[in-house]
């Protein structure tokens, strides 16, 4: 090795040893008081739940240093809010503050209307999807890449199936009257238009929600879950209907 490869190996080592030097970590987890500091845990104490894993042990295989036994972080909620720590972590919300912003919009709600919890400009905002999944029997709320919602769903039967491709929500219609050929469904709550007369919407005649498909081509859900999705659904949300419309009677095993 020349001389002045070594200084220049020498030069690039002072640059980083800064970051080193800085990045002090009291208790020796692994973790540095800086990051403690944003995970609420004690920089002073290697094992804030003393549960017997180190604080930097628990963050590097996704277990919740807050959280003793076999809590993930992303099922552990330090302030409540709603949001799990794991996606405040995503959003670089505050894990212990429930409105991280100060804007008076909850981190949950801001995530969940796709407004970034961390921030109170209100044009930075992710994007928000509902995935019709026909093979799975289940409807997907994503905001960004990651699946906030999670619904037992029922769609368009073999015969008149839930038509795949992408649209976006048109309207949306707190109630509204079915009708058919054969059927009379008056009173049907929270619908959400995505095609001409096809709506995600919820059905009070069967409980079939995850097990089969059961329309003439709308996206069933169960009361809640379509009054929940109702909110966030928004004209111009993206619609995805995916997978394949099972032919047999129960969907997996
Ligand atoms: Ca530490
Ligand atoms: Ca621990
Ligand atoms: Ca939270
Ligand atoms: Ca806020």
Redesign the pocket.
Known sequence: MNKKTTFGIFVLMAMFLPSFVFAIDSDGDGLSDEREAELYTDPNSPDTDGDGFSDGIEMEHGYSPLAAGKVMVYE??????????W??LWFG?D??N?DSDGDVFD??TEAMHGYDPASKDPYKKFDTTIVVDRTAQRVYYYVSYLKMLNYPASTGNPDTPTPAGEYEIGRKIDNKVYIGADYYLPNVKWNMEFLPSYYIHTAYWHNDFGVRTHSHGCVNLREADAQELYQYAQPGTPVHVVGETPRAYRVGT
């Open positions: 552990n909620d330090y302030d409540g809010d709603g949001l799990s720590d996606h405040e919300s894990i212990g429930t981190d949950y």
